[in-house]
């Protein structure tokens, strides 16, 4: 597996972390759920066969496979009953088509919880209180910041599964090595490393946002990570609930300095108007090699499962946290929430199991998956891959430190953040002007 212990000094950089321990439920779980006495995780798990449960979400391949080895280990081998994962590249707009359709999942394990909400609002959603869990035990397993992602009008709607840490540029070691290249701390600092690279005969940047029914998101973490070093916590938070609207000042001055790197000469790979037709998973292999087409890239934590086989973390590539702009700094989080839409005692019993510390540990054991668990009582010795590990730590203690955001997008109502969000970053490389697809994004935002 690629990885060394120089990811444990460059994400001390970013270091990043939660509070607490403890699950449980308000006794109002079928025989076999309940917890340990004061809130603890555990309890046995309760016989259920012949039962089913249908779980639907975006992972898929490496990370699908580890879902569903997770599933037969804790939940199907111990209860009996027939649990299945299906991971989908098109789920955002799959989900979507099953519910309208009266045969929702089970469970849905949404990257958006602005999704998670737009299900709550619809009637959709299940509520955990109304599945019998105390949200005061899942604050103090998860904190409080993550629980209240999926809250809308007093209840709650998601448990997260899963985040990674996408504050993160990736690097050719090789080169920097050779041209005594420095990891840029600031955004003036990076900006003249890009310069500096053009100079030398590279190119700097390899940017892709293609992603099936979901291209654009790239673009939108790029700008979320700025906006929230060049604005702010509070204009972030505010950009989230549409206090702070997308044709504002400080949104437009975000993409004001995500130009200097889009339009900046020479900079990225196939130039800007390329980017969304370049599939994200095919970039970390650009800038691998002695000659490698690029030399860096802003990525999550999980890219690590797409770069090249037989390429080593810290001979190959490296990694430093994305700069600071006016001496701000920040952490861009993104993961899961698990959503209930069909109430049975064996779908809380998976719920319960699934969200578990041993069965939470248990994802981050399987090699090449990048799943960063949320859950406070795991440790780093549950990841296979020390990035991860690392990255793990790293998230937990920023979130502590209230230095975290959720990915921005991803807690706003789905026809913008998974919508006209995307729609307008893909339509910006393409060559269209950002203040007036800033105005549409704007005005597609619900009443």
């Known amino acids: 597996m690629r990885h060394t212990k120089r990811m444990v000094a460059v994400l001390a950089a970013a270091t990043l972390a939660l509070t607490a321990c403890g699950d449980g439920d308000d006794g109002d779980t079928p025989e076999g759920t309940e917890t340990t006495e004061e809130g603890e995780e555990g309890g046995e798990a309760a016989d259920l066969s012949g039962t089913e449960v249908s779980i639907f979400g975006a992972p898929t391949s490496i990370e699908g496979d580890a879902i569903n080895a997770v599933i037969e280990e804790f939940f199907n081998g111990p209860t009996g009953s027939n649990a299945f994962y299906e991971g989908s590249d098109s789920f955002e707009s799959q989900i979507q088509i099953r519910v309208d359709g009266g045969n929702p999942p089970d469970i849905a394990i949404y990257p958006q919880p602005g999704a998670v909400i737009a299900q709550a609002e619809q009637g959709n959603a299940i509520a955990l209180e109304d599945l019998g869990f105390d949200i005061a035990e899942l604050e103090e397993r998860f904190g409080e910041y993550l629980i209240s992602l999926g809250e809308y009008e007093g209840k709650h709607y998601g448990i997260p599964t899963n985040v990674n840490f996408k504050s993160l540029v990736w690097y050719n070691i090789p080169v920097f090595e050779a041209e005594g290249y420095e990891i840029p701390a600031t955004w003036e600092d990076l900006v003249a490393l890009s310069e500096q690279m053009v100079a030398d005969g590279y190119t700097p940047w390899a940017i892709g946002t293609g992603s099936d029914d979901a291209t654009g998101w790239p673009a939108t973490d790029w700008l979320e990570d700025i906006v929230l070093r060049q604005a702010g916590t509070d204009v972030y938070d505010g950009w989230v609930t549409n206090e702070v609207p997308f044709d504002d000042p400080a949104i437009v001055q975000a993409t004001e300095y995500f130009d200097q790197i889009l339009d900046g000469e ?47 973390f810290g001979t190959d590539y490296g990694v430093f946290p994305f700069p600071s702009i006016d001496g701000t700094d920040g952490a861009l989080i993104a993961g899961e929430l698990a959503t209930v839409f069909n109430d049975r005692p064996e779908v809380r019993e998976f719920i319960r199991i699934f969200t578990d510390t041993d069965a939470q540990c248990a994802q981050g054991s399987y090699e090449g998956v990048g799943r960063i668990s949320p859950n406070v009582n795991t440790t780093a010795d549950c990841y296979e891959n020390e990035v991860v590990a690392t990255s793990a730590e790293s998230t937990l203690n920023a979130l502590r430190e209230g230095t975290a955001r959720f990915d921005a997008s991803d807690l706003m109502p789905p026809q913008v953040g998974s919508g006209s969000f995307w729609t307008a970053m893909n339509e910006w490389m393409r060559g269209g002007d950002i203040e007036s697809l800033l105005s549409n994004v704007q005005s597609s935002w619900p009443s």
Request: aromatic share 10%.
């Open 266 to 312: 020479g900079f990225v790979l196939g130039g800007k108007s390329t980017i969304p037709d370049i599939d994200f998973r095919d970039i970390p292999a650009a800038i691998i090699g002695d000659e490698p087409e690029a030399l860096l890239h802003r990525q999550a934590s999980f890219i690590t499962n797409f770069f090249p086989d037989g390429s080593e």
